[in-house]
């Protein structure tokens, strides 16, 4: 598998919150290795808006965010597990009200709000998580009284843009036949959270050798218009070779 992107980043990030409970350290579901977080860093995150001129905003796929100013209507990627659960992925979503969904647990860790400043959307959530457990969110939050901020992990979110795609022969679909040597990769590279069900929510492509499993990636998220590529990691062994 080999994809040459042009990446355009937006301020993004994900937080751990517990409804009325003691914080501890999580692992990180948006990627990255132990350790990324560290103590003193739970914050949350500003997003910075940006402009981008129009010669850069060739070949974007509709509904895409090129100016992030205020008066930019907004984009699927401004709330991408919402648009995930409540579109291509219903099949894996738990909803409570009209206000907050999340995946199933054995699928991927995060949940939505419909309105994050909705003090109605966060009670349907707390519904839904119910008191003392965490629960995994993107983007700009301030959670209301009720709910503490276990954690926040800085990052950003890509935009593919001008993607060229090469022709891999040695690729190869995997299935849940496959999870547990996925499982273990992914313990051994630590790209982020891979759950037994989460081949369930999209392709995804490994490369072997001599049988054994070496790399991989797939899908994750599904806002409509767009793909999240996840779980991407080769092991240690294999490594610059493309």
Request: proline share 10%.
């Amino acid at each position: 598998m080999r994809w040459a992107h042009r990446f355009v980043a937006r301020s993004r990030g994900c937080a751990v919150i517990r409804c009325a409970a003691v914080a501890r350290r999580p692992r990180s579901p948006c990627g990255g290795r132990r350790g990324a977080w560290r103590p003193g860093e739970n914050r949350l995150l500003s997003r910075v808006p940006r402009a981008y001129p129009a010669a850069d905003r060739q070949g974007l796929p509709e509904g895409s965010r090129t100016d992030m100013s205020a008066e930019n209507p907004a984009s699927p990627l401004d709330n991408p597990v919402w648009g995930s659960l409540n579109g291509a992925h219903r099949a894996f979503a738990e909803y409570s009200g009209s206000g907050a969904a999340r995946y199933l647990l054995s699928a991927n860790p995060f949940a939505a709000l419909a309105d994050p400043e909705d003090p109605a959307a966060w009670a349907d959530l707390a519904a839904l998580v119910g008191p003392g457990q965490e629960v995994w969110l993107t983007g700009l939050l301030t959670p209301p009284a009720g709910w503490e901020t276990v954690a926040v992990v800085p990052g950003v979110q890509l935009d593919g843009r001008a993607v060229r795609v090469e022709h891999a022969p040695d690729a190869v679909r995997l299935g849940p036949a496959d999870v547990e040597e996925m499982t273990a990769l992914v313990k051994l590279t630590e790209p982020g959270p891979f759950l037994p069900r989460t081949v369930e929510l999209g392709t995804y492509l490994g490369i072997r050798h001599e049988g054994r499993l070496v790399a991989m990636a797939g899908e994750r998220m599904r806002p409509p218009g767009w793909t999240e590529i996840s779980a991407v990691c080769t092991h240690p062994d294999f490594r610059g070779r493309g």
